[in-house]
């Protein structure tokens, strides 16, 4: 995309726009869908774009090249952010929820090391509080469903996170390897074993990726259409049960 002369400034984890799109909409969906949707996924989304340039900024040092794109989307969200805040003032707190998960991805950034696991953890709990603030907006409560489906969002990108990475950045590590395959396995028993046989189907082709990919040549586009595919089951089966 081109603004004048200058291409617009684009996060370059392509699997975080489903992490953005799925637990909020799931929340939506499950709260009820109001107007404050809208403007609230609009913050939500330029709030995303903004971290981007900020945790360059900390990574890189290169503040003349960044910092105008975080002020321009920051600014923007919190524009957005301030008309469901009017009415649900509440909302603060999830943000304030946030600061803990943005902080370990600031720590991340300064080592140079966003690959690593658990700063892909803490990126993807905020993602699924943005599912709760979606939930509350429709709602205005948050109840024990909403946790629920925060925390099906969340176990379902953890093995996303172990199977990319054993596809491309770990794929020689049996550390990782093994690691996804327990614990892909362990989703669905454990799942069954405490009632939600039903939602554990949304996670059987993660489990069939998981250990039939493993080891195959797939080029990165590839990998990341296949995880398309499987995050718009995931979403297509949660909304099933969820009707």
């Not at 949304?202 to 998981?210: E, G, K, L």
Request: glycine share 8%.
């Amino acid at each position: 995309m081109i603004v004048g002369k200058k291409t617009l400034l684009i996060p370059k984890q392509h699997g975080a726009w489903a992490m953005i799109g799925i637990p909020f909409g799931l929340g939506a969906y499950a709260g009820g869908f109001s107007w404050f949707h809208l403007p609230l996924f609009l913050g939500w989304l330029c709030l995303y774009l903004a971290t981007y340039p900020f945790l360059m900024t900390v990574k890189t040092k290169r503040k003349n090249e960044y910092m105008p794109w975080f002020y321009c989307y920051f600014s923007f969200a919190v524009m957005m952010f301030l008309i469901p805040l009017l009415y649900h003032p509440m909302l603060i707190n999830f943000g304030i929820a946030m600061v803990p998960f943005f902080l370990m991805n600031l720590y991340y950034a300064k080592k140079k090391n966003e690959r690593a696991f658990f700063n892909d953890v803490a990126a993807i709990a905020a993602f699924c509080i943005g599912g709760l603030a979606s939930f509350y907006v429709g709602r205005g409560a948050l109840t024990i469903q909403a946790f629920e489906l925060s925390l099906f969002s969340f176990l379902f990108f953890i093995g996303s996170t172990f199977y990319v990475k054993t596809m491309i950045r770990e794929k020689k590590n049996s550390i990782y390897k093994w690691g996804s395959w327990i614990y892909h396995f362990l989703l669905i028993v454990v799942l069954v074993m405490i009632g939600y046989p039903l939602f554990a189907l949304a996670y059987v082709p993660s489990v069939i990726r998981a250990i039939s990919l493993y080891g195959k040549s797939l080029s990165v586009t590839k990998v990341g259409i296949l995880e398309i595919a499987n995050s718009a089951y995931f979403l297509l089966v949660m909304l099933i049960f969820l009707s």
